[in-house]
């Protein structure tokens, strides 16, 4: 099952829908009257209904085939206020080398923000702040459900699905601070989707291959499997001390190929296309403009 948001009114107001086939079908068209299901804005709010709802979901699916699909399309994030976006630094061992780091002795952490989410098709704005824009696709894992001291061994089952998240960067604003509250956070530093996942659907992380074009040509290529710190035992260790709640946002980190570590870097600039992909979620585009 995949779960997207739409805009679907003024103001930036947004409903869940499916997609199947091809077709984006409104939630609110399959519910029955007076469901909980109806109303739902995007994928977390139906995962703070607890596992019940979503299974009740994958039960309406196959009446998708049946219901009318959206004709205007316009995607907003799968999640659009999410409690938490946190990421994670230096996770694959070819990116390290590529930017001259140094392997981390502990998980790397940093936030984002909801202020830095934009949807697939929305632009990512390079502010003049910053010569040095970069992107880092990444694997997204979507909580399903709230979530404290879980164990690894435990910590799928806290997996409501996944997406796709670029881990835009101001390279030289990141490399002036101690912290990378600007160099991470700005906004449209996020983008997301263009779809949720369901877990249920998913298949093993290690499986996954993540890749990103830019304007056509392939810049990063590696399978989910090279993360140095596996997704369970980053969900563990997170929430040894923050508590994860539905629809919160784990970017797991980027594999090598990103432009920091190029002999020659050009970096992004208004114009340019980037294309994140897993093939079993989708591919989530987004133009830089000025």
Same mark, same amino acid.
Request: aromatic content about 4%; glycine content about 8%; charged content about 20%.
């Given at each position: 099952m995949k779960m997207a948001a739409l805009y679907?009114?003024?103001? %930036?107001?947004? =409903?869940?829908?499916?997609? $199947?086939?091809?077709?984006y079908v409104a939630v609110d068209s399959l519910a029955e009257e007076g469901s909980r299901l109806r109303g739902l804005a995007d994928v977390g709010a139906l995962f703070a209904l607890g596992g019940d709802a979503v299974e009740?979901?994958?039960?309406?699916e196959s009446r998708a085939a049946d219901a009318p699909a959206v004709s205007d399309v316009r995607l907003a994030p799968p999640v659009t206020r999410p409690s938490k976006i946190i990421c994670v630094g230096l996770n694959y061992v070819a990116h390290i080398?590529?930017?001259?780091?140094? %392997?981390?002795?502990?998980?790397?952490?940093?936030s984002k923000y909801a202020?830095?989410?934009?949807?697939? &098709?929305? &632009?990512?704005?390079k502010p003049d702040i910053t010569s040095q824009l970069d992107y880092e696709a990444?694997?997204?894992?979507?909580?399903?459900?709230? @979530?404290?001291?879980?164990s690894a061994q435990d910590a799928m089952s806290a997996i409501g699905g996944f997406t796709l998240i670029n881990d835009v960067s101001a390279r030289?604003?990141?490399k002036a601070e101690k912290q990378w509250v600007r160099g991470k956070g700005l906004d449209t530093f996020a983008p997301l989707g263009p779809v949720v996942l369901d877990a249920a659907s998913a298949p093993a992380i290690e499986d996954m291959r993540l890749t990103l074009s830019l304007n056509g040509e392939v810049r990063q290529d590696a399978l989910c499997s090279l993360m140095i710190t596996p997704v369970p035992e980053l969900i563990a260790?997170? =929430?040894?001390?923050?508590?994860?709640?539905?629809?919160d946002?784990?970017? @797991?980190? @980027? *594999?090598?190929? $990103?432009?920091?570590?190029?002999?020659? *870097?050009?970096?992004?600039?208004?114009?340019?296309?980037?294309? $994140?992909?897993?093939?079993?979620i989708g591919t989530l585009t987004n133009p830089v403009v000025s």
């Amino acid at each position: 099952m995949k779960m997207a948001a739409l805009y679907t009114g003024e103001n %930036k107001q947004t =409903s869940l829908h499916l997609l $199947v086939d091809d077709r984006y079908v409104a939630v609110d068209s399959l519910a029955e009257e007076g469901s909980r299901l109806r109303g739902l804005a995007d994928v977390g709010a139906l995962f703070a209904l607890g596992g019940d709802a979503v299974e009740e979901l994958r039960g309406l699916e196959s009446r998708a085939a049946d219901a009318p699909a959206v004709s205007d399309v316009r995607l907003a994030p799968p999640v659009t206020r999410p409690s938490k976006i946190i990421c994670v630094g230096l996770n694959y061992v070819a990116h390290i080398e590529e930017t001259n780091s140094v %392997k981390p002795e502990s998980i790397v952490l940093f936030s984002k923000y909801a202020s830095s989410l934009v949807a697939d &098709g929305e &632009g990512v704005r390079k502010p003049d702040i910053t010569s040095q824009l970069d992107y880092e696709a990444e694997l997204a894992v979507v909580i399903g459900r709230r @979530t404290s001291g879980v164990s690894a061994q435990d910590a799928m089952s806290a997996i409501g699905g996944f997406t796709l998240i670029n881990d835009v960067s101001a390279r030289d604003l990141q490399k002036a601070e101690k912290q990378w509250v600007r160099g991470k956070g700005l906004d449209t530093f996020a983008p997301l989707g263009p779809v949720v996942l369901d877990a249920a659907s998913a298949p093993a992380i290690e499986d996954m291959r993540l890749t990103l074009s830019l304007n056509g040509e392939v810049r990063q290529d590696a399978l989910c499997s090279l993360m140095i710190t596996p997704v369970p035992e980053l969900i563990a260790h997170i =929430s040894q001390y923050i508590t994860l709640e539905p629809g919160d946002i784990i970017a @797991t980190g @980027t *594999p090598a190929g $990103v432009i920091l570590g190029m002999d020659d *870097p050009v970096f992004l600039q208004p114009g340019d296309v980037m294309t $994140v992909s897993i093939d079993e979620i989708g591919t989530l585009t987004n133009p830089v403009v000025s």
